[in-house]
């Protein structure tokens, strides 16, 4: 309508200048935000080779100095049999550490893609011998650094023994593959349904499904479903509740009443 009211469109002309293609290129650097991005702009930085040689004045953070040197790798999408081999070789080397460690590839490769943005990866271990995942997870970082499928760590977990942590780094197929972005969650084993579905996504998804769970009086997290939530009169949670279904996704989508929905399922069309 905007076209044939005006002849033109307002998006397409803010989006075709210098300014706005510059902002773009620097905000496709890893952990540069839109803000900061444009601070750059105004500070008269246009290209990638301007931040690269004013680094130190723009105190460019060291996840930011690896985003910017893998710029082109890590641009492009990873073929979906890249990212199966990557996840096969991870998987063979955390069965060294401990067979009993269930390792799942998740986010848009389980929902079928052609292309993922990311390898996202869960781990997690049936407790039912005994033993938990407890310190794997680290185990399983070096291991990779070691073999080379990991070359450079971006936020690596604290608290080594926890059995929730998140690992998130760079890594390729050994020796010279392109450099990928590689995540990996580790949760309890009674928490895997409720991971699943979040890691599973796409976004959308989980913010209706998690939407659904709030107008049903419930609240959807990562952990679990949780109920018994007491909200002021501004919808506010006043008490966290208690987590009723966590186990398996079904589980969750029976108790909210949603039909099951395969992984394939659950984007955008
Ligand atoms: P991503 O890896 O960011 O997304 P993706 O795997 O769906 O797509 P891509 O191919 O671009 O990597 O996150 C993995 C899952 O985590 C995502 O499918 C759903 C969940 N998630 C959210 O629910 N909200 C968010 O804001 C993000 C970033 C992820
Ligand atoms: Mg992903």
Redesign the pocket.
């Known amino acids: 309508m905007e076209i044939i009211e005006t002849g033109q469109l307002q998006r397409i002309q803010a989006e075709d200048t210098e300014e706005y293609r510059v902002c773009r290129l620097f905000a496709g650097i890893y952990d540069v935000g839109r803000k900061r991005a444009h601070e750059w702009w105004r500070m008269g930085l246009r290209t990638l080779e301007d931040v690269e040689k004013r680094k130190d004045e723009i105190k460019l953070t060291r996840n930011q100095a690896i985003g910017l040197k893998y710029y082109d790798d890590l641009q492009e999408?990873i073929p979906r049999a890249e990212a199966s081999v990557i996840f096969d070789k991870i998987k063979e080397l955390a069965m060294t550490i401990d067979g009993n460690i269930t390792l799942y590839i998740?986010?848009?490769?389980r929902?079928g893609?052609e292309?993922?943005?990311?390898i996202?990866i869960l781990l997690t271990r049936d407790p039912s011998d005994g033993r938990t995942h407890s310190g794997m997870l680290n185990k399983l970082i070096r291991l990779l650094h070691e073999k080379g499928l990991l070359t450079n760590d971006l936020a690596v977990p604290a608290d080594t023994h926890s059995l929730e942590q998140k690992y998130m780094g760079i890594g390729r197929l050994p020796p010279d593959g392109k450099m990928r972005?590689i995540?990996v969650l580790a949760i309890p084993w009674d928490q895997k349904g409720a991971a699943l579905i979040?890691?599973?996504?796409?976004?959308l998804?989980?913010?209706s499904i998690r939407l659904l769970a709030h107008k049903k009086g419930y609240s959807l997290n990562q952990r679990g479903l949780y109920g018994g939530i007491i909200r002021d009169n501004k919808r506010r949670k006043m008490t966290e509740g208690v987590i009723i279904a966590s186990k398996t996704e079904k589980e969750i989508f029976d108790i909210l009443g949603v039909p099951w929905r395969e992984p394939e399922e659950r984007?955008r069309l």
Do not use: E, I
Request: glycine share 12%; proline share 0%; net charge neutral.
């Open positions: 999408r998740m986010g848009s490769y929902r893609a292309t993922v943005g990311d996202d972005r995540d979040y890691f599973t996504g796409d976004d998804f989980n913010r984007r």
